[in-house]
Structure formats: C-alpha cells, structure tokens
C-alpha cells in the first residue's frame, strides 16, 4: 500500500508524473449507488491532493463501485476492508 505522501512525492518526482484514486465499496446495496459512492470517496482524496498543489490536469478521480473488492464476499455482505481508496501513480 502507498501512503498519500508517498503517492504526492512518487508523482512529483516523475516528469509528467501523474495520479489515479479509485473509490471502492462493499456489496452492501444497489450497484448504481455503489457506483456514486465509490466516484465521492475518490473525488474527496483527490481534493486531498489539491490541496497540497498538485496539478488538476495530472489526477484522476474515478468510481469501481463493488467491481474489485480487496476481500471477496456475497452481495449484500458488509466488509469494512472493500470500503477504501487506492492510490496509483505512473
């Protein structure tokens, strides 16, 4: 796992260095709510990083719902683990 100040100081030393946060859920719900939910955890990260200066037009914000759980479960199952934000830099 990478920290967001390692994720902030990986991508500032990278010419064009640039950052992608995915939202994720749980199962818990519908999919299209999941959807929005994960896009919402994901936009509030990337405002982390604004804050701290780094370029809008180098990171991205996007939503993969319940798609790619960390800890595979049945519909409907409430796992705090799939309930998080990843951090990717290239």
């Known amino acids: 796992q990478v920290s967001m100040n390692e994720a902030l ?3 500032r030393a990278r010419s064009g260095g640039e950052i992608v946060v995915t939202g994720h859920t749980d199962t818990v719900g519908a999919t299209a709510r ?11 990260v990337r405002q982390l990083f604004l804050a701290r200066d ?8 996007v939503g993969r719902g319940e798609r790619e759980p ?9 796992e705090p683990r ?5 951090i990717q830099v290239r």
């Not at 780094?54 to 914000?61: G, H, K, L, M």
């Open 9 to 11: 100081a990986a991508a």
């Open 82 to 86: 799939n309930r998080r934000v990843t």
């Open 34 to 44: 999941n959807d929005e939910l994960s896009l919402a955890r994901a936009l509030q």
């Open 54 to 61: 780094f370029p809008p037009n180098r990171i991205e914000a």
């Open 70 to 78: 960390a800890v595979p479960t049945a519909d409907e199952v409430a």
